[in-house]
């Protein structure tokens, strides 16, 4: 079990000028003793705060962006490089407005890769042919603009998907599936690689352990496809598999632990690689109902742990994961899936553990006509408020880009207006390390422009504007939180006192530097 407890670069709002200038916390030149007065009474006042749930400090609010059939990102196959960034620019920039945080690409579709590989070859999704180099290797630029926006940048794997086709001879010759038929099997038209093989499992952990060895990822996602989704009247055949390794076991348990075991052995490399990169999963949103088990949710829908062997509940039991994100992708008020009940009881089987919990939204099925609460424009953002009534929730996350660009029925706009008019520090993972920065330093004003030092191991800086009055609570919760800026420097807006911090990689936050503006 863990035992870790458990941004946007936006327009500004900030100026100093230097002889206003002051920091909390220990400042050059200053003997310990005075450096530990001032500390305590700028302590003080914040102690005796009470956050305001309206504006969770932290919160992660992220965003699919899925390249499986070229469905978010690129638009089609065979766009010229330029073409790619731009678009990618545009989904990003769409986020960023809104106040998100995180992005999850998806940089593995189907056994091939998004990015420069000697493990799998290039994804079709670039140029229109697998196999085919697209003259450039996009994850660092995806990764860079992320960055640049504040936001996190989750690598998202599908660990078991070899090919949308069933034959293998019409893959590229250096395809994994190729090289190695007998790790494979043929199921509803196309090929998948057998949970049940300790080569498979191995094979996929060495290609997610050398993407996050080479590249500045922030975490490690898999989606909800673990044993493929049931097609009547077909059979997943990994009878030989199983007569090998099952070792006594029931078939559906022993599928479970095939997965278990994937699970544990890349949350171990992951972490093992670089110790403060994040693992996580979105399982499909029910575990078990009650009809199946009594400590199921009550609901009607497919159960993951029996139809696809995904056991979600033992990944949190075990710590394997470093969140779970449930895609509940039905409205409130759904017959056979409510979706208050379940994220219910996804926060129940989190609640003492150190997994966090996000949400999966639909964004894709507003206005969709086949139900009625999908066509209202407010259910979006009532499941998001749904949300903030339970405290182990830590955030949201939208399926996917391609609905965010669209915006139906203006959903977006009004979860934004109404929940994330601030932005927000993404939620601490204390096992995955990190520390604060120290505090910003040399602060220097040129009108409206504020520069200072960067901060050594500072990814970010918060900037607050203080109230005029009232309790020194400014940093307590977000509703003075005015912007997250990855630059050392900031725009000021209107006059007034502001609270600078600096955050690492993970944002734990430094003590600050409280300033006042007094022309713009």
Same mark, same amino acid.
């Given at each position: ?37 001032? &500390? ?26 899925? &390249? ?166 077909? &059979? ?285």
């Amino acid at each position: 079990m863990r035992t870790g407890r458990p941004l946007l670069a936006a327009a500004a709002l900030a100026v100093v000028t230097t002889a206003a200038a002051y920091v909390f916390g220990p400042g050059a030149g200053e003997s310990p003793a005075a450096s530990k007065k001032k &500390t305590a009474v700028a302590a003080a006042p914040v102690a005796a705060c009470k956050a305001d749930a309206r504006y969770p400090k932290r919160q992660l609010r992220g965003l699919w962006i899925a &390249t499986t059939t070229n469905l978010d990102w690129p638009s089609k196959p065979g766009l010229s490089p330029d073409r790619q960034r731009a678009e990618y620019v545009k989904i990003l920039d769409a986020a960023a407005k809104r106040n998100f945080n995180a992005v999850f690409v998806q940089v593995r579709p189907a056994s091939d890769a998004l990015y420069k590989s000697s493990l799998e070859p290039w994804t079709q999704y670039l140029t229109g042919k697998a196999g085919k180099d697209p003259g450039w290797d996009p994850l660092p630029f995806l990764i860079d603009e992320a960055h640049k926006r504040g936001m996190e940048f989750h690598a998202w794997f599908n660990p078991y998907r070899a090919s949308y086709g069933d034959d293998p001879a019409k893959l590229p010759a250096d395809h994994p599936a190729r090289r190695h038929p007998d790790w494979t099997v043929k199921y509803g038209g196309r090929l998948y690689y057998n949970p049940g093989l300790p080569a498979v499992r191995d094979h996929v952990t060495k290609v997610i352990t050398d993407v996050v060895s080479r590249y500045d990822v922030d975490g490690v996602h898999f989606d909800d496809y673990f044993y493929p989704y049931p097609e009547p009247g077909q &059979t997943f055949d990994d009878s030989a598999a199983f007569a090998k390794y099952a070792d006594g076991k029931k078939l559906a348990a022993w599928r479970r632990e095939n997965v278990n075991k994937l699970v544990a052995q890349a949350d171990k490399a992951v972490h093992a690689t670089k110790g403060y990169v994040k693992f996580g999963i979105s399982p499909f949103g029910i575990w078990r109902n009650k009809s199946n088990d009594p400590t199921g949710s009550d609901t009607s829908g497919m159960s993951a742990y029996d139809s696809i062997y995904a056991d979600a509940r033992a990944w949190i039991k075990a710590g394997t994961v470093d969140y779970v994100l449930p895609q509940l992708y039905w409205p409130r008020g759904h017959k056979l899936a409510d979706y208050d009940t379940l994220v219910s009881w996804w926060s129940k089987e989190v609640k003492g553990t150190d997994v966090q919990l996000y949400i999966g939204e639909g964004l894709y099925r507003v206005g969709a006509k086949d139900d009625r609460a999908w066509t209202k424009p407010g259910e979006l953002a009532a499941e998001v408020g749904s949300n903030r009534e339970h405290k182990q929730v830590k955030g949201d996350v939208y399926f996917s880009a391609v609905n965010l660009l669209a915006n139906p029925l203006g959903a977006i706009d009004r979860v934004a207006k109404t929940y994330y008019a601030r932005p927000a520090l993404l939620p601490l993972i204390e096992e995955r390390g990190g520390d604060a920065p120290a505090p910003p330093a040399g602060v220097k004003a040129a009108g409206s422009q504020l520069s200072w030092t960067p901060s050594q191991g500072a990814r970010a800086y918060a900037v607050y504007q203080v109230p005029k009055s009232g309790k020194d609570c400014h940093s307590t919760d977000a509703r003075n939180l005015v912007a997250i800026v990855t630059s050392p420097s900031f725009t000021a807006k209107s006059e007034g006192t502001y609270l600078i911090t600096a955050l690492d990689r993970l944002q734990h936050e430094s003590k600050g530097v409280k300033a006042k503006v007094e022309a713009v």
